[in-house]
Structure formats: C-alpha cells, structure tokens
C-alpha cells in the first residue's frame, strides 16, 4: 500500500513541477532546461532554514519560495535578452552552475554527501509522518499551486503572456512590456516549482545534488512535452504517464541493472518520436512552432 | 604555469576540433545539434570495440571509429532531422528532438558497453619534455592534429567548391536551393564532416583518459559554448573559442580546483551572451536577420 502512496506523491510533486513549467515553456513559449534548478534551491532553501534556523516548515517553505521566486526573476534579466537556442543554452548554462554550487559548495550544502534527516513537515501543529497522510498533504499543495497557476492562467496576465508568445511584436506595438511578462513568468514559475522541491525534502528526509541535475531538468521538460504543453490538462497526464512508465517497466521484471538506461530510452524516443508526429503532446495546444 | 598553458592548449586543441564540427553543423543547418554529443561518444566506443574486441591495429581501428560516427551523424540528419527541415519546424522542435536522440543514443551505448570508465591504454604514458613543460605523446598528438584540421579545414572552406557551398547554404538556404544547389546533399555532408571531427576528438581524449558514456553531453556543451564566444556563422572561429576555453579551465583547475570548470565554462557563456552576443570574430547583426 505504501508503494501506492509513493507513487501518487510522486505523481502530485512532479504534476506540481510541470505545470509550472508550463507557464514558462506552453503559455510564455520559452524552451527553458533550467526547472530543476529552481526545484533544488527550493528544497536545500527549505532544508537547510528547518535543519540549521530551526524555522518552522510554513515559514521555511514560504522563504524558500519568495527565494527562488526572485533568483528566477533575476536569472530570466539577462536570459530574455536571447532568443531560439541561445535562450535554451543560457537556460542550462544556470542549470549547470546551480548544480556546481549545490555539489561543490560543501561548507553550506555538504556537496555531495547531501542533508540526511529533513524534518518531517508539521502543517498547524499536525505532524505529517505517514505516507497517507503525507500524501494529503502533497495533493492539497499540488491543487493549491495549480489554482494559482489557473488564475494567473485565466487572467490578463495568462492572456498577455500567449499573445506575447503567438507574436512578440504585435503584442509590443499594443503597448505590452514584453520582457516584463516574461520576466513574471518565470519569477512565478520559479515560486511554483520550490514548493515540490520542500516537500520532496521533507518527504524522502534526504537530498543530494544528484536529484536536481540536468538529467532532472530534461525529464521534467520531457513530462511537460510528452503531456502538452500550453494546455492546462497537459502536465498532469504527463506526470502521470512518466512515473508510471518506469513502474511499468518494474513489472515486466527487466533487471535493475538496464531498467534504468532502458526507461532513459524510452524517455528519448518518446521525445524524437513526439516531435516527429505530435509536437504538441498528448493534450497539448502548442507545437513549438 | 607554463605546464597549465601547456595543458591547457592540448585541451583547448580538442575541444577546437568539436566545436569546428558543431559549428560547421550549426552554421550550415541552423541545427542545434546536441546529439553531436552522442556521435562524440560513439566514436571513442568505435575505437574501443575495434581495438579491444576485433584486435585491430590503432591505425585501422581509428579509421573504423571515424566511419562509424561520419555514418551514425548522417544517419541521424536524414531520420531525424531532414524530416523536421522539410516540414519547417522551428528550432525549439529540432532541439527537443536532438535531445531525444542524444538520450537514446547515450542509453544505448551504456545498455552495450556498461555505464563505467573504459580506459584504452595501460601502463605509464610516455612523455616528452620541452624546456620545463612535459607532456605525453597523446597530447601532443592532440595539438598536432587539433591544429592540422583545423588548417585543413580552413583550406577546404574556401578553396574546395563544396567548402563554398557550406558557406552559400549557410548564408541563405533558399537561395542556395533555387540557384540549384542540393542543399540536402551538403546537409549531409555537413553532418559526416562534422561526425568525422567529433570521433577524433573523442579518440583523442579516449586514448588519453579513457571515456564513459556519459561524458559527451558536457563536451559538447563546452563546444557549443566554444562556438558561441567565437563567434558563430564563422566556421573558424569555434577553434579559437575552444583553445581560449581550454586554456581558461586549465588556469581554473590550476587556481582552484576541477570541480569549478563547467560552472566557470559557462559563466563566461553568460558573459559573453549578454555583453557580447556576437562573440569574440562575430559582426553584430540585427535581430531581424538572426532569427
């Protein structure tokens, strides 16, 4: 029963990460590598305020998120000047640095050795120790996030942001401030995704650089992608259909030792295969195009 | 110091010669092509299965990892990327693809070879020493080669007729097609060019310090950065890039430690995009006509 658990926090963290990576990529229509990033900074922020501040999780999950909501802002200052690949690369140029803090930087993130004991989450006085109870928890922050997410979504700003992203010059000439929009986007999508990076903190009690890698960030694109993208059902299916993938996989009793280069195969031809036929995903609205 | 120059330049030759044939990619097929990563790491497995399962000689053996990665990038032109060219995709579609290619490539390699180091050579390298500098002989057979390529390549450029019509499809490809001009034929060319550059890199690197199936994506990363702070729709000066990289990771690793030079790598990328968008040889050119 636990693995059920498991498997649903997973799919409630991960549909919490796509979809706000969807506002950038689906609705702003900026190709970014760099959401795992902003997913690690959220859980060592969070981490390290309840381990070494001795804050509370609220509190500590409220400062990691206006963290990371403004380096996300700050990141996408000089990232928006850059258009097509550029943009791409600068993206995971940050991905690439935040990864070298968190592995390198031993004296505050113990680099590669990780933070073991994350406390478990107390939300008003309750402590949220049991995987039911955590999963709860996980499905109540995922909904909340993606409410915020349809809001913003279906407010002017959700509007401006497509139209921005349809035709940047149309949408300058009737006097939009392009940059600003997506300089929001990203600020908002950064917020988001610190959320899942706390729990998972909390959650797994432990956490490494490992599990906000590059390799972290293409799978969440690729939930997104493989989804749909610019569509508000997209990453949900898509967070969905990769965490069950692999489990999938575990039935058909491949071996461990290629289940995992298999899965990561898998992941790349659905992507290859995706663009090639469907460039918009399962759900999806926007081809990249 | 003069030993980290010294190491620094072998590097920096090799890191030139992939990032000459991702450039040569990028400036004459406007692909992104990320899984040059893959091909990179192909060829040094090339190498590896001729001469430590067939037994053949180095010679040979290289000669077979080259036609491996110049097939393998062709390959990956006419499946995956002419398709999307024809269709007119945009380059966030080409580079999601390409990602996807990389992937199963890399995954695939691993699922053959294993996920650990393969090493090519045992024993002690022998050296040379050059006034106070010592180097082995692969290294310098990477600055040899490194610098002959790249003088070979200039040449081709500008003198061969297909070296010209690299650089008019790069120029404007639809120009180039109803002047006559069988652009998918160049693309392919391009791309077995490119591959062919690539798996010597790798050789070169491979018979150095061995390889894992995972290296190549940081490599390529490296190259394509090359690329950028060269200048790109420059066919050149990607080897600038990559010597001027290769010598600053080399001073880093020196100054403090190795486990900064992808971050430093790409804080001179980030630099150099938002101060200089057009690199180090690039002509700053209008957004209009960058698209």
């Known amino acids: 029963m636990n693995y059920l658990y498991h498997i649903l926090i997973m799919i409630c963290l991960y549909a919490t990460l796509a979809q706000s990576l969807n506002l950038v990529v689906g609705y702003g229509g900026l190709l970014?590598?760099?959401?795992?990033?902003?997913?690690?900074?959220?859980?060592?922020?969070?981490?390290?305020?309840?381990?070494?501040?001795?804050?509370?999780?609220?509190?500590?999950?409220?400062?990691?998120?206006?963290?990371?909501?403004?380096?996300?802002?700050?990141?996408?200052?000089?990232?928006?000047?850059?258009?097509?690949?550029?943009?791409?690369?600068?993206?995971?140029?940050?991905?690439?640095?935040?990864?070298?803090?968190?592995?390198?930087?031993?004296?505050?993130?113990?680099?590669?050795?990780?933070?073991?004991?994350?406390?478990?989450?107390?939300?008003?006085?309750?402590?949220?120790?049991?995987?039911?109870a955590f999963l709860a928890l996980a499905a109540v922050v995922a909904l909340l996030c993606c409410g915020v997410l349809w809001l913003l979504l279906s407010s002017p700003f959700g509007r401006t942001l497509q139209a921005v992203r349809e035709d940047e010059i149309a949408a300058a000439s009737l006097g939009k401030d392009v940059n600003a929009f997506k300089r929001s986007a990203f600020a908002w999508a950064g917020a988001v995704a610190a959320v899942p990076g706390v729990l998972f903190a909390t959650y797994s009690s432990y956490i490494d650089p490992t599990s906000f890698g590059l390799e972290e960030s293409i799978f969440i694109l690729c939930i997104l992608i493989i989804g749909g993208a610019g569509n508000f059902r997209g990453p949900i299916i898509g967070a969905v259909v990769l965490v069950l993938l692999p489990e999938g996989l575990r039935f058909l009793r491949i071996p461990d030792s290629i289940a995992a280069n298999l899965r990561q195969i898998l992941y790349g031809l659905a992507l290859v295969l995706m663009m090639r036929l469907r460039p918009q995903g399962i759900a999806g609205k926007y081809a990249f195009d | 110091m003069l030993q980290f120059l010294a190491n620094g330049f072998c590097k920096g030759a090799v890191i030139a010669l992939v990032a000459l044939g991702f450039g040569l990619i990028y400036t004459t097929t406007r692909v992104f092509h990320i899984a040059h990563a893959a091909i990179y790491v192909l060829g040094a497995y090339a190498l590896y299965a001729a001469m430590i399962w067939l037994k053949l000689p180095l010679p040979v053996a290289v000669g077979f990892g080259i036609l491996v990665a110049v097939i393998a990038g062709m390959l990956v032109d006419w499946s995956v990327y002419q398709p999307l060219a024809k269709r007119s995709a945009s380059s966030a579609v080409v580079l999601i693809s390409s990602l996807g290619v990389l992937i199963v490539f890399e995954n695939l390699i691993a699922l053959g070879f294993g996920n650990q180091t393969q090493i090519l050579r045992a024993g002690v390298e022998r050296t040379v020493s050059i006034g106070s500098i010592i180097l082995t002989q692969v290294q310098i057979s990477q600055a040899i080669v490194g610098i002959t390529l790249t003088g070979t390549f200039l040449l081709f450029l500008k003198h061969t007729r297909t070296g010209q019509l690299c650089r008019a499809i790069s120029d404007d490809e639809t120009l180039a097609s109803v002047l006559g001009v069988r652009v998918n034929r160049i693309r392919l060319l391009a791309f077995g060019l490119g591959s062919a550059f690539a798996a010597i890199g790798s050789m070169l690197v491979a018979l150095d310090v061995g390889?894992?199936?995972?290296?190549?994506?940081?490599?390529?990363?490296?190259?394509?950065?090359?690329?950028?702070?060269?200048?790109?729709?420059?066919?050149?000066?990607p080897a600038a890039g990559g010597v001027l990289l290769g010598l600053t990771q080399s001073l880093v690793v020196w100054r403090t430690s190795a486990k900064w030079e992808e971050a430093v790598t790409f804080g001179i990328l980030i630099f150099f995009l938002i101060f200089r968008r057009q690199g180090l040889f690039g002509v700053a050119r209008r957004a209009e006509e960058t698209a």
Do not use: E
């Not at chain 1, 000047?81 to 113990?110: C, E, P």
């Not at chain 1, 939300?123 to 049991?130: N, P």
């Open chain 1, 32 to 132: 970014s590598l760099s959401h795992a990033a902003f997913y690690g900074l959220g859980a060592y922020i969070g981490s390290l305020l309840m381990m070494q501040a001795h804050w509370p999780f609220l509190l500590s999950l409220v400062t990691a998120v206006v963290t990371v909501s403004v380096l996300a802002w700050l990141v996408s200052i000089p990232a928006i000047r850059l258009h097509g690949d550029f943009f791409v690369l600068a993206t995971l140029g940050f991905q690439v640095i935040v990864f070298a803090i968190l592995y390198n930087w031993v004296d505050v993130t113990r680099g590669p050795y990780g933070i073991p004991g994350v406390p478990k989450p107390s939300v008003f006085g309750h402590s949220v120790t049991s995987p039911p």
């Open chain 2, 211 to 237: 390889m894992d199936p995972h290296v190549g994506f940081s490599v390529v990363l490296t190259a394509a950065v090359a690329c950028i702070i060269g200048g790109l729709r420059n066919f050149l000066a």
